[in-house]
């Protein structure tokens, strides 16, 4: 009755995770502004599912994630760098003199948009369960705190990066210098919240807030590391950049806008996160929980006969 009831929640959420990911992918709902940059939270459904249905589904709704973003690029195009989203639109605004090159074309513009996403429902999953583990495990407070401290210097630094933005853009009234101090504060401070829920309170904090940063990079390093090994050439043309300082732009992309989403990621799946795990532990799914059960029947099996 048990494994009835945890598919039939597993296939609720499922959908419900489905349709969310639908209606945020063709809605401004899929993005929040922050002033200099409109962070994509797309990929926070996908998160959740990974840590509560299992990687095969998370996978799934990380699938379904990649081809709405394939589908907006090969309707809408529009953009010189579609391409890189779209086989439709590179199949249009690439060459391809041989049938090598086409299915080469149309292979790399699916890889990106929807692999990439794949991973980001299979990734947080398996980060969650290790983390879980090492903070388990006699050495918990090393393990816990210097996990804590690589989380509280990468929201300490998107802090900065996204402050010193602004005060390039003239948003704020203060200097660079300033944004610094602000995001070391704020690092440290976030040091000290965690570790303090960590040690006395919930010690899931720690792992719900790295999936959540772990999913985000997911996306944005195998998009953006994608996107260099497949389309170097033509994606800088397209954005107007020499080839050479191509990757410059990209480490700019993934240390700014990849490390605000994934700043934004872990809040938003923390929250979210210890709501859920109320209702059900997250790393635990149907498929899982039979494996633990059949598991230790094997072991009492066993002490029996001894």
């Given amino acids: 009755m048990q494994s009835k009831n945890s598919k039939t929640y597993e296939l609720v959420l499922t959908a419900l995770f489905m349709a969310i990911i639908i209606v945020m992918a063709f809605t401004p ?5 922050l002033v ?96 879980k583990k090492a903070i388990s495990s006699e ?31 003239g948003n704020v009234g203060f200097s660079a210098t300033v944004a610094k101090v602000i995001g070391a504060v704020l690092g440290v401070v976030v040091f000290a919240a965690i570790e303090y829920l960590f040690m006395n309170k919930n010690a899931k904090t720690l792992a719900f807030v ?41 480490a700019g992309v993934i240390s700014f806008n990849g490390v605000i989403e994934a700043v934004v990621g872990a809040i938003i ?3 979210v996160g210890i709501v859920l795990d109320k209702i059900k532990p997250a790393g635990v799914y149907s498929g899982n929980e039979m494996k633990i059960k059949a598991v230790s029947a094997q072991d009492t099996d066993k002490q029996m006969a001894l």
């Fill in 29 to 33: 709902l899929g993005y929040i502004p």
């Fill in 36 to 131: 200099v940059i409109n962070a994509t939270t797309l990929h926070i459904p996908v998160i959740l599912g990974s840590l509560f249905l299992g990687p095969k589904k998370g996978g799934f709704l990380g699938g379904v994630f990649g081809l709405t973003s394939l589908y907006k690029s090969s309707v809408a195009g529009g953009s010189l760098s579609a391409f890189v989203f779209s086989p439709v639109a590179a199949f249009q605004m690439l060459p391809h003199d041989s049938i090598g090159e086409t299915i080469a074309i149309v292979l790399k513009s699916t890889f990106i948009p929807v692999v990439p996403r794949i991973l980001i429902g299979v990734v947080p999953y398996f980060v969650y369960i290790g983390i």
């Fill in 139 to 169: 050495k918990k407070a090393v393990y816990g705190s210097i996990i804590n401290a690589v989380i509280s210097f990468i929201i300490g630094f998107g802090v900065y990066a996204f402050l010193n933005k602004m005060v390039g853009e």
């Fill in 210 to 250: 790295t999936a959540g940063i772990s999913g985000a990079m997911t996306n944005t390093l195998l998009v953006m590391g994608s996107i260099y090994v497949f389309y170097r050439i033509p994606y800088a043309e397209a954005v107007g950049v020499d080839p050479d300082a191509l990757m410059t732009m990209i």
């Fill in 269 to 271: 799946v923390y929250l």
